[in-house]
């Protein structure tokens, strides 16, 4: 391993990894801009995300992790209807899919 990484020292092309380095700094921090335009008093950017949720009694209850895309959702309401149809009582588990939005807004004092 040492043979390898003193090779590669003698051999690597400094200037040309660190152009090609500053371009990803930059690529990055061009990428974050275009993400997030923030609105007027807006503080940060819109998140969405999405969560399978159980029926227990008459009120809804988080079911779990909270997943970045409804198909990642999808699966995971999939996997838990098979595993687990219903309560120790026999009565079928309610679950249903939700996606939760958060905005963060500035507020003058």
Excluded at 53 to 73: C, V
Aim: net charge neutral; charged share 30%.
């Amino acid at each position: 391993m040492y043979d390898a990484l003193n090779t590669f020292q003698q051999t690597a092309d400094w200037p040309q990894l660190r152009l090609a380095q500053m371009r990803h700094h930059l690529a990055e921090h061009i990428a974050k801009e275009v993400a997030f335009t923030p609105r007027i008093g807006q503080a940060h950017p819109e998140s969405k995300r999405w969560r399978v949720e159980i029926l227990d009694g008459e009120e809804w209850l988080p079911g779990g992790t909270a997943f970045t895309n409804r198909a990642e959702a999808v699966a995971h309401r999939q996997d838990l209807d098979a595993r687990t149809p219903r309560w120790a009582d026999g009565t079928p588990v309610r679950r249903r899919i939700v996606q939760e939005t958060t905005q963060y807004t500035v507020k003058e004092a």
